[in-house]
């Protein structure tokens, strides 16, 4: 019998379209303006803005709380405060959640959590990255204990998710005490200033503690995480520009670990000249330079993305295309601390290099490196457990992996650096390169230190002793002469011996011990 539609009582498909609107405005009609006014875009907006246009489908929009007491049971917005769907990114999907700071200010609760549950497993089951826009209160305190149940459903998937599919969180708003875990647990965090607060107690708490005055800013800021803790990978001026990098950094990924990174058509011929690179990189050990501006050089059309850009800067991580396809870079960066080796370095790098082995990103290292940072300071922090993070994950990692020495590597900071003794597949270096235990200089006042204390001219003889020390140790042909370095190349053939060598170790197979997992440095 087929229903009847009166004026009285809307037929099916009003209903469903008034549900719908209700779903999409809110429960309050101003909250969008609040919204807008703090300088901000709404869920919805921010969904826009990340997939491709009208790819977006929603899931789960009209789900409701079933919570009681403190008012709960006279407020149940449709979606729960926050939006869940997939969508697509360049034609390849994505899947997508995003806190609604209109309702509830974004705040977790049951129905909220079991939403993002449902979606993190489509995510993990389809095979395709997760992208969370944050923007929340926190959990939900009228709901209590459930809603730091929900937290602990979101860090479980987060985990199972790790190195399965690529994960990246967008903070967008606060986020609060154990909220904060969720991003820390994904591969990349995105942060814009002004707007994105993180931490684990806020200022209040952080008061009445310890009596320091500081500002949500201050403690947790976009800039504090990109600078100072190292939290936050990316940070951006405003919403719009982070997300298109959102948008640009999934369009070097690969949609999971079984799949190699996409190849994008290249329109910078893998042979171009590169004649610049030999005035890029002085030729003395002791100047600066900035290896930002070869890697643009050994890029396709001078385009990469850099990882952690404001955090350990005397290493720079980046990922990038040669000859169209994905790579991952790790260079030491002289103009920063010389590009020594530190703590912030070596776990920067690691978690890098990680990352490029879980989802099949060829790795590519330029090494210009005097050693590891000496000091009290590191020896008491843990260098020697903390550097070694860097030096396991290399050791780890069977994705192909091409070196280069520019200039300089000595002593353990050259092994760590991906030498060809810890699995390089390709190790290359550049005719000026001093590869040793360490500088001509050092070295000659411990081996030869007898010698120049009983000489009549000790200054005289330290020179002869360091020059005879570079002749027969730290010329540019001792490695290659022991199979330590596979060719020595003209700086301006880099690129093109890093596209072949790529393009070579494209079919590249390695299979590590079985076993449930390593237990790397802590």
């Known amino acids: 019998m087929e229903a009847v539609l009166t004026t009285e009582s809307p037929g099916p498909l009003e209903e469903l379209t008034r549900r719908r609107i209700a779903a999409r405005e809110g429960e309050d009609p101003q909250a969008t303006e609040r919204q807008h006014k703090k300088g901000k875009l709404t869920a919805r907006e921010r969904i826009d803005l990340l997939l491709d246009k009208g790819s977006f489908t929603e899931v789960e929009s009209l789900r409701r709380h079933r919570a009681t007491g403190f008012g709960l049971e006279r407020r149940k917005p449709y979606g729960d405060g926050v939006i869940t769907g997939w969508g697509t990114v360049d034609g390849r999907t994505v899947f997508v959640y995003a806190h609604d700071f209109r309702v509830f200010g974004g705040a977790l609760g049951e129905a909220h959590a079991q939403k993002i549950h449902k979606l993190m497993d489509m995510a993990i089951a389809a095979g395709a990255p997760l992208v969370s826009l944050n923007d929340g209160a926190g959990a939900r305190i009228q709901e209590g204990v459930s809603a730091l149940a929900g937290y602990g459903g979101i860090f479980q998937r987060n985990t199972k998710a790790s190195g399965v599919i690529p994960q990246i969180s967008v903070m967008l708003g606060p986020c609060a005490g154990g909220a904060a875990y969720s991003p820390a647990l994904t591969d990349f965090v995105f942060a814009v200033r002004d707007i994105s607060q993180m931490f684990i107690t806020g200022p209040d708490v952080v008061r009445a503690v310890t009596g320091e005055e500081i500002s949500q800013n201050g403690l947790g800021g976009a800039d504090v995480h990109a600078g100072t803790s190292g939290v936050a990978h990316f940070v951006h001026d405003d919403e719009e520009s982070c997300l298109a990098e959102v948008r640009y950094l999934l369009s070097l990924l690969p949609a999971n670990n079984r799949e190699l990174p996409p190849v994008a058509a290249a329109s910078d011929p893998a042979d171009r000249p590169a004649d610049a690179l030999l005035d890029l990189v002085p030729a003395d050990g002791n100047r600066s330079y900035d ?98 993070k860097l030096l396991y994950a290399y050791c780890n990692a069977t994705v192909p992996r091409v070196s280069v020495v520019l200039r300089k590597a000595y002593g353990g900071a050259y092994i760590v650096m991906d030498s060809r003794s810890i699995g390089a597949d390709v190790a290359l270096a550049w005719p000026g390169n001093e590869i040793a235990v360490m500088g001509a200089d050092g070295a000659a006042n411990v081996v030869f230190r007898r010698e120049i204390a009983a000489a009549a001219d000790p200054d005289e003889m330290r020179r002869e002793k360091i020059d005879q020390y570079k002749r027969e140790l730290v010329h540019p042909y001792y490695a290659a002469e022991r199979g330590l370095i596979d060719e020595v190349i003209d700086p301006r053939e880099t690129r093109l011996m890093l596209a072949r060598s790529l393009a070579m170790l494209t079919t590249k197979h390695a299979e590590l011990p079985r076993r449930k997992h390593g237990n790397p440095p802590q």
């Open 291 to 388: 290896i930002r501006t070869v890697i643009e050089e050994l890029v396709d059309d001078g385009e990469y993305l850099e990882v952690h850009a404001f955090w350990a800067q005397n290493i720079v991580c980046a990922l990038a295309r040669i000859d169209g396809r994905t790579v991952g870079i790790v260079a030491n960066q002289p103009i920063a601390m010389a590009g020594v080796l530190d703590i912030k370095a070596s776990e920067k790098g690691a978690r890098f290099v990680q990352f490029c082995d879980a989802f099949n990103i060829p790795l590519v290292t330029l090494v210009d490196v005097p050693g590891f940072l000496p000091g009290v300071d590191q020896e008491h922090d843990g260098i020697i457990r903390r550097g070694a």
